[in-house]
């Protein structure tokens, strides 16, 4: 169930999608989504331009004034050798004051965790788009299932009228 990179998918204008965390949705209830900046090291950049990263695990942390991506496994580039990065550290989100206060007043609230959506490059730059998320219990998860099954039948059913 990892999240692997779309082989360069393109979202809105300008946008480089490098990976999705699809679980996410069916394991959690998003209620609303900021985008983060990385700080990121020059061998983490290049893994994450050919798609090496898995965010199946990954959940932002706030500690202190900051923001940190916690659990993001960037694969190691096998160019830089001995100067390349530790796949697995925490690694600092960029947000205005004003939003991280937001965020984590809301994250600190009982219940709420904050994951990673989604992760691409906008005009250059590797952002990530985080989700303000409450879990779901199983109950909840099979009746998601039920809803999107409903739904796609009665899709199904619209589109073979119109034939």
């Known amino acids: 169930m990892s999240a692997k990179g779309t082989g360069g998918a393109r979202g809105a204008e300008g946008e480089k999608i490098v990976a999705t965390n699809r679980r996410a949705r069916f394991d959690f209830s998003i209620e609303d989504s900021w985008e983060a900046g990385l700080v990121l090291t020059g061998s983490e950049v290049k893994s994450l331009r050919e798609g090496n990263v898995n965010l199946s695990d990954a959940y932002a942390l706030p500690r202190g004034d900051e923001l940190f991506l916690v659990n993001c496994r960037i694969g190691e580039y096998k160019q830089a050798a001995h100067f390349g990065h530790e796949p ?47 879990g779901r219990a199983h109950e909840d998860r099979r009746h998601a299932i039920a809803e999107r099954e409903t739904k796609r039948e009665m899709d199904r059913a619209l589109s073979h009228r119109r034939r």
């Open 88 to 134: 697995l550290r925490d690694r600092k989100l960029l947000m205005s004051r004003a939003e991280l206060d937001r965020v984590r007043g809301k994250v600190e609230q009982r219940g709420y965790t904050l994951v990673p959506l989604r992760l691409y490059f906008k005009g250059g730059w590797a952002k990530v788009e985080l989700g303000l998320a409450k």
